[in-house]
């Protein structure tokens, strides 16, 4: 199978949307880490107080 050339706006609008995908991952993966961090905190301020160091 023969392959035509791709347009050059085909090639950044491809660039972009990568590069946004990209992006929504890494946010949606630093949102996650928040979380749980926040979610951490939580369980450690209903521990009892000998845990503390």
Do not use: D, F, H, I
Not at 3 to 17: D, F, H, P
Not at 18 to 39: D, I, K, M, P
């Amino acid at each position: 199978m023969l392959r035509r050339r791709l347009r050059r706006t085909e090639s950044y609008r491809r660039a972009v949307t990568l590069g946004l995908l990209a992006a929504a991952a890494t946010w949606g993966l630093v949102e996650l880490v928040a979380l749980q961090r926040s979610r951490y905190q939580l369980w450690r301020a209903r521990q009892p107080a000998v845990l503390k160091r």
